[in-house]
């Protein structure tokens, strides 16, 4: 649990900012400044740059974080997703409570270092978010492209497969949606893999939600999404099988008698998305061959 936000560890007042927190070692490294300009004047590799957000990668010290910066999303964006009956992302807030809630379920993903929230309307709010950097892990789209080239073993595929489809019913179970949850976003403990286990962390919380009771409609778009992500590596209808045996928890005739519409209807969102990808360019096309 190295990688987590303890649960005492949540927010204190501070007099420029919403809400703040900050770990031991940035509070000192930042002592007497104000944290929103010192986070918004890191600098520092850049993996992604759209408009109202920016994720780098930064050297603090002798330690490597993840830092993501929030501009405020403006009111033109906010109307579109009033107008298409969702919730915008503001900010920060979504990924902090994600990370502290996941540790307090016992559920791996980067561990919280600082978190602040800068005054002002829902619109123009600034927010960051600054998480370590999982180091010795690596994405599950990686560790599987790489089998187009050199084929796992048997016990190496399905040993990936239980552990995505226990990961996702215990992420699912406390009530969390990921609203993009593909491959590339679950991340294997290397040192595990090493030693012939999965262990698995997630991360890119940024669009996270939790609800007391997961509507179905969320539910199939997560789980859509990591079929989707999944489609080039050649899946087997056992192994899907497999998959809704395990993330049920329950026999799979009594699933799919119960639920068999539910799955049908997350396959057809899944092929969906990957003809789109097919379209774009964005997929291999291994699964329409």
């Known amino acids: 649990m190295n990688n987590l ?25 930042w002592r007497e400044k104000n944290p929103l300009d010192e986070a918004f004047s890191l600098q520092g590799e850049v993996f992604r740059d759209v408009p109202g957000r920016r994720t780098m990668r930064v050297q603090l010290g002798s330690s490597a974080y993840f830092v993501k910066l929030h501009y405020g999303v403006g009111w033109p964006e906010i109307f579109k997703n009033w107008l298409q009956l969702k919730w915008p992302v503001l900010g920060a807030t979504n990924e902090y409570e994600a990370c502290a809630g996941l540790f307090d379920v016992g559920i ?24 370590q950097e999982l180091a010795g892990f690596t994405s599950l789209e990686e560790i599987t492209e790489a089998w187009h080239a050199t ?33 590339c976003h679950l991340l294997s403990d290397d040192a595990a893999m090493a030693d012939g286990r999965v262990d698995l962390a997630v991360l890119d919380l ?3 939600r939790q609800f007391a009771e997961i509507p179905q409609r ?15 590596l050649d899946l087997s209808k056992r192994e899907w099988l497999r998959f809704i045996r395990l993330y049920a928890g329950r026999p799979l005739r009594q699933e799919l ?4 519409a539910f799955w049908q209807s997350v396959l057809h969102r899944a092929e969906r998305l990957y003809d789109e990808g097919l379209r774009k360019g964005t997929v291999q096309g291994r699964y329409r061959t």
Request: charged share 25%.
């Open 5 to 29: 936000v303890k649960p005492a560890e949540r927010l204190k007042p501070a007099s420029r900012t919403r809400m703040l927190f900050l770990n031991a070692h940035i509070e000192q490294l």
């Open 108 to 131: 791996r993903a980067p561990r919280l270092v600082a978190y602040g929230v800068s005054h002002g309307s829902m619109a123009r709010r600034r927010s960051f978010i600054i998480t």
């Open 151 to 183: 084929a796992p073993t048997a016990k190496q595929r399905l040993a990936v497969l239980v552990a995505v489809a226990k990961f996702a019913r215990a992420f699912h179970a406390q009530g969390y949606i990921h609203r993009d949850f593909y491959i």
């Open 206 to 208: 940024h669009r996270a």
């Open 218 to 232: 969320w539910l199939k778009r997560d789980l859509a999404a990591l079929l989707f992500s999944s489609m080039d």
């Open 257 to 260: 008698s119960e639920q068999g």
